[in-house]
């Protein structure tokens, strides 16, 4: 029985060694990236708050006239995407427009007009910030240049391309069998304890801090892992392939709503009057109707309050609700993702973010002692490998099942792993010499 615990422990060892060789770099930047992404509501408010925030002025003139404003500001040729009215008394008026393809032509209901362009315009969507009381508008931010964007950016790709996900997929992945392995190894037992011990030096303090502080933090650390893999790239894929298969899909509006023929319709000030008496009390995006039989859309802006989420689709004629879905339509995975998702980014508030920042300063802690440990156990001139013990792979059937099904649903770590079994046919050919260094 204890040779067959230690041919266990051996190669969930092995295994956590080659998750944080693989991880720790990335590991390093996506923390980086991530603390400085929570502070994103400070951040953006001593940049941007004179945008967002204005002084009431008296009574608010009507949406149509913000919406008039900002198409007017709006970039030469750009087509008005959707428009967060003011919910608070000092909430500016936000319009986004985006560059128009020329899909759809007709009658887009405050939707700018078609103007001359002298320059091309930038390529990323653009926000008008319009004074609701006044229907002045107080300044266009092309949307990459908001901080949060930005440091969105930075945190999953590097600020280059969609094809850069794979790093921090590969990081969340790996952390995955890193936490996974790190509790196999942890488990108290007579000759190991739980909790670090007062009298431990060296690096035996080191390893005792390392388990701990990664236990401690593993709930939190799932729920970041799980959440942060539902919008990657290639593991979000199979993520929500398995939610439509098992039936958790979202309500969606269906694309084929149709509104009645309509030469004229409802204003903006018309829809949003309906949606405020129609939708739960929170703020709301509007999109406007695009095409002769479009139907205006409603929906939750604030992912702060995600009991609030919403979906609701208007004839444009007539304002007749078409479709409402609001949360007691969500399924069980998304009802999680939409309270998962917010909590990830820090949007829950001061606590939310002090969360997140004693997540990332443990994650930093835990590579730091894991690093330091494998230095002071590491033997000169060799690779530093944790040692297997003989019959270890033979009795690995536990690690392999469960390192299977994380590369079904993982893809990048099983390209990862791949690599790493080939590494290990490499080292078993040159033998015991390769070099390993015991528990």
Request: net charge positive.
């Amino acid at each position: 029985m204890d040779t067959d615990i230690a041919r266990c422990r051996s190669i969930w060892w092995r295994i956590h060694f080659w998750a944080a060789l693989v991880a720790s770099p990335f590991l390093l930047v996506a923390a980086l990236t991530g603390i400085l992404y929570i502070f994103t509501p400070q951040i953006e408010a001593l940049q941007l708050g004179w945008l967002d925030q204005i002084e009431p002025a008296g009574a608010m003139r009507s949406l149509d006239d913000a919406v008039a404003a900002a198409s007017d500001a709006a970039p030469a040729e750009w087509r008005l995407q959707s428009v967060l009215p003011a919910y608070g008394e000092r909430d500016s008026v936000k319009a986004v427009f985006v560059e128009d393809s020329g899909a759809d032509e007709g009658h887009h209901h405050g939707a700018a007009v078609a103007k001359p362009a002298a320059v091309r315009a930038p390529a990323q969507p653009v926000t008008v910030y319009v004074d609701p009381y006044t229907a002045a508008v107080i300044g266009t931010v092309a949307n990459d240049k908001r901080f949060g964007n930005w440091a969105k950016n930075l945190h999953s790709r590097l600020l280059q391309g969609d094809g850069w996900r794979w790093m921090i997929e590969l990081a969340a992945s790996a952390m995955m069998v890193m936490l996974l392995s790190g509790v196999a190894l942890w488990w108290p037992s007579a000759t190991q304890p739980a909790l670090p011990q007062p009298g431990a030096r060296g690096r035996v303090a080191w390893k005792q801090w390392h388990a701990f502080l990664g236990i401690a933090l593993s709930v939190l650390t799932l729920t970041i892992l799980a959440t942060g893999l539902t919008w990657s790239k290639y593991a979000g894929e199979q993520i929500r392939s398995a939610r439509d298969a098992l039936g958790q899909a979202p309500p969606r509006v269906p694309a084929d709503l149709e509104s009645a023929h309509h030469e004229t319709g409802l204003t903006w000030q018309a829809a949003w009057n309906i949606t405020r008496r129609s939708a739960p009390d929170v703020a709301v995006q509007l999109t406007p109707p695009r095409g002769m039989h479009g139907v205006w859309r409603a929906s939750s802006a604030d992912p702060s309050r995600p009991t609030k989420k919403f979906d609701l689709a208007l004839d444009a004629a007539n304002g007749e609700q078409l479709y409402f879905a609001g949360w007691d339509k969500q399924t069980a995975f998304s009802k999680a993702t939409a309270i998962g998702i917010p909590f990830h980014r820090g949007e829950f508030g001061w606590w939310n973010q002090a969360l997140l920042l004693l997540f990332g300063v443990g994650v930093l802690f835990s590579l730091i002692c894991g690093w330091v440990m494998y230095f002071k156990r590491r033997q000169p001139g060799s690779f530093g490998l944790p040692r297997l013990v003989q019959g270890t792979w033979r009795a690995a059937a536990a690690p392999a099942v469960a390192a299977v099904a994380l590369c079904v649903l993982m893809p990048v770590l099983a390209i990862a792993t791949a690599a790493v079994l080939l590494i290990e046919l490499l080292l078993r050919s040159r033998g015991p010499a390769s070099g390993g260094m015991a528990r």
